[in-house]
């Protein structure tokens, strides 16, 4: 039994390193694990973003369908012709979209939508008033914008809609970036019920078109959605619009996150940005709305 007792009857050396080591280990595991919910190790700062809008279980018909409907609903709706001396088309939205910040900035941790505001002529030009919502207060801005950005004819001609479209009609279905051409229209002039039928039509033929179901959108209003998925701006994203069953007029539209973040500061399934439509028609200037 030589060797396990030294001068002294202390214990040889190599077992107070063992033990030492054994409570420097416990000591460590003890700190990552109260470290992590103390100081945030590990955890990854998200950006602030909407909640997404809650969609009730959808029952046929397929979003193909619902587009179609939408469509006859909206051929039925009368018809409000512009009454001369009001050259303005007036819009008023309220957005939100992902801010991406620079490398020394800290992500959004607040979600702050803007109202906008334009009364633009044929040619483009007119007044554009955004309030931005801010931290404390608001922040309101008015710009005259100059002519030299027509604003886009509309048509019920399916040939020269599909050219609008960017689409060689009959040829390719139209896709994700149609979905964002329709909504860009809206943001900046009225679009007629029956203009709106024949682009309704169109998209119609979006291959994988989906019915989303009933949805109530952010300014409280019941619609239908239909939703198309698309990585055609590099980011795998779900486009989604929200129409008035009614009228079949466009009330919101959402995009959402379904694919790899890659460099952005959100998770997958977060809102990227919205536009809600509140009000449209046409104006004699531009100083206050239409009076309906």
Do not use: C
């Amino acid at each position: 039994m030589t060797g396990f007792r030294t001068a002294g009857g202390t214990r040889p050396r190599s077992h107070s390193i063992q033990n030492g080591l054994v409570a420097a280990a416990i000591l460590v595991e003890f700190v990552l694990i109260i470290g992590h919910p103390l100081f945030g190790w590990g955890s990854t700062t998200y950006a602030a973003t909407p909640r997404p809008l809650v969609y009730n279980a959808p029952q046929p018909p397929s979003g193909r369908e619902v587009l179609l409907t939408l469509s006859a609903t909206a051929a039925k709706q009368p018809v409000a012709l512009q009454v001369p001396g009001t050259p303005y088309a007036y819009v008023r939205v309220r957005t939100w979209h992902l801010s991406v910040p620079r490398s020394d900035q800290s992500p959004p941790s607040v979600v702050l939508p803007t109202v906008t505001q334009s009364w633009l002529r044929s040619d483009g030009s007119g007044r554009l008033r955004r309030i931005t919502s801010r931290m404390h207060g608001t922040n309101v801005s008015d710009t005259p914008v100059a002519a030299g950005h027509p604003l886009p004819p509309l048509s019920v001609n399916p040939a020269v809609l599909a050219r609008r479209f960017g689409l060689v009609y009959p040829g390719t279905a139209p896709s994700a970036r149609q979905f964002v051409t329709f909504t860009a229209m809206a943001d900046s002039q009225p679009i007629s019920p029956p203009v709106e039928a024949a682009i309704l039509r169109l998209l119609a033929l979006t291959p994988g078109v989906v019915n989303s179901g009933t949805v109530t959108d952010r300014n409280g209003r019941p619609g239908v959605a239909v939703s198309v998925e698309s990585d055609y701006t590099g980011v795998e994203i779900s486009y989604t619009l929200v129409f008035d069953q009614s009228t079949g007029k466009l009330l919101e539209a959402d995009q959402t996150l379904t694919g790899d973040p890659g460099k952005l500061d959100v998770p997958q399934g977060a809102v990227l940005g919205y536009t809600s439509y509140l009000q449209s028609g046409y104006a004699a200037g531009t100083s206050a709305p239409p009076a309906s």
